[in-house]
């Protein structure tokens, strides 16, 4: 878990968001006037949330091929003039220098999708939604937590495929090392 999930003030829903898998679309666009302050670390969210009805809460995640969403944020945190990817670096140097070295400590854009929905080795969420599926998934969601059915897209990054930056075994060797976790766990495959 690496940040506080999005509370419902009246308990209904726990939103679990991942960097870069639709979580400005749902946490502003939609649910943002219905959710509680996060003022409580991380470490101890699952003490907190026990106070706050968490079995009864509808927890939900949002989770994106690996190979995907390091492109996205690669791009995005480019785009955004963020020191830790270089404005002139290409995917593939920056998988094989930063990422290598570093990979998930980078930017929270890069962290592991896998601890917002499993906690001890055991699933905690009730709903995993798909970056891929994203309106079907929204759909459901959307009726579970009395929501709009309208899901916006906010902060779309802008690149080829993501195929296109994979023609280097090493590059995708190193992605799906680090991501192996939530290939596991979410059964993605390489397409």
């Known amino acids: 878990m690496y940040q506080s999930p999005h509370l419902d003030a009246t308990d209904k829903f726990a939103f679990f968001a991942n960097a870069k ?17 996060k003022t409580h670390g991380t ?13 009864k809460m509808f927890k939900f995640t949002i989770v994106r091929n690996p190979w995907d969403r390091a492109v996205s944020a690669f791009h995005y ?3 955004t003039g963020a020191e830790c990817v270089g404005s002139d670096e290409n995917f593939s140097e920056f998988v094989k220098t930063r990422f290598r070295k570093d990979s998930i400590k980078i930017d929270r854009h ?8 499993e906690f ?4 905690f969420v009730d709903f995993i939604g798909r970056f ?3 309106n079907e ?5 959307a009726k579970k937590i009395d929501a709009s059915p309208d899901l916006p897209h906010e902060n779309k990054s802008v690149h080829k495929p993501y195929q296109h930056y994979y023609d280097d075994k090493e590059v995708f060797e190193i992605v799906s090392e680090v991501y ?9 495959s390489y397409e």
């Open 132 to 134: 891929e599926r994203i």
């Open 21 to 37: 898998v639709a979580q400005k679309s749902i946490s502003w666009g939609v649910i943002a006037p219905r959710c509680i302050m």
């Open 110 to 117: 890069f962290h592991h999708q896998y601890p917002n929905a």
């Open 180 to 188: 192996r976790r939530d290939i596991e766990l979410f059964e993605y």
């Open 137 to 141: 998934d929204w759909s459901i969601i």
């Open 120 to 123: 001890n080795g055991k699933v």
């Open 77 to 79: 945190l480019r785009n």
């Open 43 to 55: 470490r101890n969210y699952k003490r907190y949330l026990k106070t706050r009805n968490f079995d």
